[in-house]
Structure formats: structure tokens, C-alpha cells
């Protein structure tokens, strides 16, 4: 960075500008004392370039006043030059950007997004040629002592498809390891959660810390984040005010090497066992990250808006080809289904004739025979259209020959993709049965890249506005939350006595009585048996066979367990089961 000052002093000196004003240029432009000090220090060595003095003197031959002016001018233009090469240089900017954000406590943020597709090769049939969904989200965030942002943002969701206009509004709040969802007013999330007929909630709970991903797994997550360069600035487009500050517009590069690394950290991370390579390569083969425009503080280095605007998976054209496949695949089970009818007629002709049929312009001949083939197959059927995969119009045809004076036989057809461990491509059916002759040299991708099949072709914009950095935040838990975690726990208790109850039930069955203890069903009818989950406080005194008891010699039976929240238009609190029901 010193040989940058050095270039910029020898520059301002053979403009003529004095010593103290390129020291003050310098200044202006964040250089530090000590910096500027060594700079002159470089530049008084005897080695150093120097700029002629009479090159410097210029001015005095001119009149006072046009110099002083002319002075001016260059001081002016020497420090803005020193402001914009160096002061807004974007390596420098950026870096101290990211730095802000890392360092970041709290603050307001609002996000637009939008997402436009279109269907490719329109066609009539398909319900709707075109789909955009646009979402609105601002709140405040605050990031806890534990690196882990809290937050209480107001989402609006909007989905336009053809005629159809449908629009929604969310809410949502994290504070530590619980996520809390607004329920009410949308009706099927409302009637989804109700814990109870009689019991309504406005929010749900989520404790994320029972979600499966542990805390050093989010940390790893985070600093991977922290150390990966997606983005860099590329280009200052001009000054723009965003939030009433005075910031630099730059345009951005997006780094797929980096998004690469850092996608297959997070996934490793997330799940070792799932090779997503394959996955995370047709991602960026496809991805065309096409526009990055950031907005960074003059003063404060903060970034105060991102845009970003990208292909995108489209639903409708993936969800047009998927019905297209479908259909692809019911011709080639067509194809299975005529040739191995033509088969069975071919092996009853046979049977009643010692050989198999002659051949007429490529198909079994109907009046060959003592007995006609028309006997055993009326019509023969014609292969659907068009032709599949890498087929021609000329191999999707049938194609009948008599081999071996009659002993043998070839029936050739062509399939699109690999039906029934055939194909594809050429398939030949004889006495023996079906062989493939030849395959594609590029066959369909393999199906475990799923991302290979989708088409990219969707547009997706997305705008990021931050303030009031560091600001006082305050976010309040809702009261009276369903707690989603502990719904599930109770549901899989009704479940897991459910099925007891259905084993006890079989065991009666069998054996006219109820099993004195409740492992005697376990290795016929029932393994293992679960065990409860709720044993403690209120659900004190549940025991691990759920309070099994046989009752009136055999003929009857009482289970026992607990809730610890309405679930399944059961209360909280102790159940008992028995060959009637649950009370």
C-alpha cells in the first residue's frame, strides 16, 4: 500500500502542488500519519524519483491572482483524485463492508423479492402459461451473545398464475433456539395446528434446538460463512443516496469457485453421508448469477443495500417436462405391453403349427397357418407416435421376420428410455426372450442428478435494504404459543399406544385372553414395543409399559399415559386406555 502513496506523491508533484497540501490530500483520503510519514521518508532517500524543482516553480511567473487560483484548482483536484483512487477503492471498501457486517449487533432490514416463469413451447392443454410470486419482508434482527440472530420480521406473499391472484400475510419471530410462526389468519395452517376443538392459537413454536441440527453444526455453518469471499467489487458506478446516506453504487462478480466450496462445507456439515456433488455441479453449471449491484457507505463502510438478479429453476416448464416424461414413459409401456401380446399369440401359433408365422411386409402374417394367426391375435398393434429418446420415425415401427425356417423369430422395436431392464434404444424379442442391440451414445442423466433435469429458465430478483445499525432492539416472545416440538412428542404418544392397542387386539384374537404382561405381545405381534416420553412432572408415574394391567381374568386390559399438551382432541394431561377406546 506504500508504493500506492509514493505513486500518488510523485503524480501531485509534477502538478506543482506543495508538500503540505498532498500531506492534506492524504489525509482527506484515510491515509494515516504514520503512513504519509514514511512515504516522505522514502521519498527523500537519495535513490528516490524525483520531480525537477524549475517543474514545480511554474506558477510564480504567472500573475498572482491566476495563480492562486490555479492553486486552488489543483489542491481541489489533487484531493479528490487521492478521494476517489484510493478512498473508494473497492478491494479496500469491501473488505472493511464485510468486516461491518461480521461486527454487526442489530439493525432493520426489508427484502423485495420476485420470481417470474414462463412455460417454453406453450401449449393449450397446460393450465397456465406463466406464474410470478412476489414476497415483501421487513423487521428488525439482533444478534445474541451466541452469534445467533434473533429476529421479528412482517412477510406479504403474493402468487399470480394466469386469472388467479392468491396473496397472504405472515409474521415470524426467533428468540434462541425458538422460532415462532403467525398462524391465525391463514386458515389451513390455523386449522392444521389447533391443539384442540375448543382451543385456538395465533403462533406456533418451534424449538430448533430438537430439529436435528446441533449447535456446533450452526456454527460451523457460520463461520464457513464468515470465511468464504462470495462477492467482489468490480466496478464503482457512481454515488447514490440509499436511506438518506451518501453511499458508493458498485457492481459486483460472483465467485462460483467460492459458492462451490461453500456448499459442499454446509452440506457435509449438514449430512456426511450424502455425496451431493453431483447435485452441487449441475447447481453451477446452470446457475448465471447475472446481475450483483451492492451499496456501501462513503463514510461508514456499511453495506446498506444488495441487489441480485438470477436464473432460476422454473416450476412450470420442470413440472411441463415431468408430465411430458410421464407421458414418454406410458408410450414405452405401450410398446412393452403390444410386443409381449404379439409374443403370446407368436408361442400359441406355434404350438398349434410346430413353427412360428411368415413374415408380410414386417409384420406377422394373419393368414399363415393351418390354424390363422388371426386365431390367436386379431389385429396386430401399431408402436404409438412419436418415437422416443434417440429413436427414428423408421425404428419405432415394428418389425416382424421368420428365422431358423420357422424355429425362430425376431421382433424388433425401440424404446425411449429403460423400461422393464430394457432399452434404450433398438430391442430385439425372440423365442428367448428380449435383448437390447443397441444404446444411445449419451443416455438420459443419471436420475440421482436431479438438478440435470430441471430447466433453469425461471427469473428470480432479489433487493436487500439495511438501517439503523446498532440501534436498540427489542423483540417480545407471543404468548400462548402452540409449541409445535411438543404437539409432535404427543401425537407420536397417542401413536405409539395405538399401536399397543392394535397388537393387544391380534393377540386377543389369537388367544381369546389378554397377555398378563404387555412383552408377551412383543415378538409376534408388535417389536419393539415403544415406550412412552412423557414421565416426568405431571406425567410423573408413567412407567416404561405405559401402566400395563390385565384385567377381569384376561378379558380386559388398562394402558395409561400422559400429554403434556392438548394433541389430537385429547387434553393434557393422564389418558387411560382400554379394549373400548381412549378416555
Not at 290 to 310: A, C, M, N, S
Not at 500 to 509: D, G, K, S, W
Request: net charge negative; with cysteine; aromatic share 10%.
Amino acid at each position: 500500500m506504500q508504493q500506492e502513496v509514493l505513486e500518488y506523491i510523485r503524480k501531485c508533484q509534477a502538478m506543482g502542488m506543495s508538500d503540505q497540501a498532498i500531506s492534506s490530500g492524504l489525509k482527506n483520503a484515510g491515509w494515516n500519519e504514520t503512513a504519509i510519514s514514511q512515504a516522505w521518508a522514502e521519498m527523500k532517500k537519495p535513490n528516490a524519483q524525483t520531480i525537477p524543482n524549475e517543474l514545480s516553480l511554474w506558477g510564480k511567473y504567472k500573475k498572482i491572482i491566476l495563480g492562486a487560483a490555479i492553486l486552488l484548482l489543483l489542491l481541489g483536484g489533487g484531493g479528490y483524485f487521492a478521494y476517489a483512487q484510493y478512498y473508494s477503492h473497492p478491494e479496500r471498501v469491501w473488505t472493511a463492508a464485510t468486516q461491518n457486517v461480521l461486527a454487526l449487533k442489530s439493525g432493520h432490514i426489508r427484502i423485495e423479492g420476485n420470481y417470474v416463469d414462463e412455460v417454453e413451447n406453450k401449449d393449450e392443454n397446460f393450465l397456465t402459461e406463466s406464474i410470478e410470486v412476489a414476497l415483501s419482508s421487513e423487521g428488525d434482527f439482533l444478534i445474541a451473545q451466541n452469534n445467533q440472530p434473533d429476529f421479528a420480521i412482517k412477510s406479504n406473499a403474493s402468487i399470480k398464475m394466469g386469472d388467479i391472484n392468491l396473496g397472504v400475510d405472515g409474521e415470524s419471530r426467533k428468540l434462541g433456539d425458538n422460532l415462532y410462526y403467525k398462524i391465525s389468519g391463514i386458515p389451513f395452517l390455523g386449522s392444521l395446528f389447533s391443539g384442540s376443538s375448543d382451543q385456538k392459537h395465533d403462533w406456533i413454536k418451534i424449538d430448533l434446538s430438537k430439529q436435528g441440527k446441533t449447535g456446533e453444526q450452526i456454527k460451523q455453518i457460520q463461520d464457513t460463512f464468515a470465511q468464504v469471499r462470495l462477492f467482489k467489487l468490480e466496478t464503482l458506478l457512481g454515488t447514490e443516496k440509499v436511506n438518506e446516506k451518501s453511499t458508493w453504487h458498485y457492481q459486483a462478480s460472483f465467485d462460483k469457485a467460492e459458492f462451490r466450496k461453500y456448499l459442499e462445507t454446509v452440506l457435509k456439515t449438514i449430512d456426511s453421508k450424502n455425496d451431493a456433488t453431483k447435485d452441487i455441479q449441475s447447481l453451477l453449471e446452470k446457475l448465471d448469477l447475472r446481475k450483483v449491484e451492492v451499496w456501501i457507505g462513503k463514510w461508514d463502510r456499511r453495506i446498506y443495500q444488495v441487489y441480485l438478479e438470477t436464473n432460476f429453476p422454473s416450476v412450470l416448464n420442470a413440472s411441463k417436462a415431468s408430465s411430458e416424461a410421464a407421458i414418454k414413459t406410458s408410450r414405452d409401456a405401450r410398446r412393452i405391453a403390444d410386443i409381449t401380446q404379439v409374443r403370446v399369440a407368436l408361442e400359441l401359433f406355434y404350438d398349434d403349427n410346430n413353427r412360428y408365422p411368415k413374415a408380410i411386409n414386417g409384420l406377422p402374417d394373419l393368414a399363415d397357418g393351418k390354424t390363422k394367426f388371426s386365431t390367436y391375435l386379431a389385429t396386430i398393434p401399431n408402436a404409438p407416435k412419436p418415437a422416443d429418446g434417440s429413436c427414428g420415425e423408421q425404428e419405432n415401427l415394428y418389425w416382424y421376420e421368420q428365422q431358423e425356417n420357422g424355429k425362430n423369430y425376431s421382433l424388433r422395436f425401440c424404446l425411449g428410455s429403460v423400461t422393464q431392464d430394457n432399452g434404450p434404444g433398438l430391442v430385439e424379442a425372440t423365442k428367448d426372450g428380449l435383448k437390447t442391440l443397441n444404446s444411445p451414445a449419451n443416455p438420459t442423466p443419471d436420475a440421482q442428478d436431479s438438478l440435470s433435469k430441471i430447466p433453469f429458465t425461471g427469473t428470480l430478483t432479489i433487493k436487500i435494504n439495511l438501517s439503523n445499525f446498532n440501534q436498540p432492539v427489542t423483540i417480545e416472545e407471543p404468548q400462548g404459543a402452540l409449541d409445535y416440538s411438543k404437539q409432535q412428542e404427543n401425537t407420536g404418544e397417542i401413536s405409539s399406544v395405538r399401536q399397543i392397542m392394535t397388537a393387544l387386539e391380534l393377540y386377543f384374537a389369537d388367544i381369546t385372553i389378554y397377555p398378563s404382561q404387555l412383552d408377551q405381545v412383543m415378538n409376534d405381534y408388535i417389536a419393539p414395543i415403544p415406550k412412552p416420553k412423557n414421565t416426568t412432572g405431571e406425567c410423573s408415574g408413567i412407567r416404561e409399559d405405559f401402566n400395563y394391567l390385565q384385567l377381569e381374568g384376561g378379558q380386559g386390559y388398562s394402558l395409561e399415559f400422559c400429554l403434556t399438551e392438548d394433541s389430537g382432541g385429547l387434553k393434557q394431561g393422564k389418558h387411560k386406555a382400554n379394549p373400548s377406546g381412549i378416555e
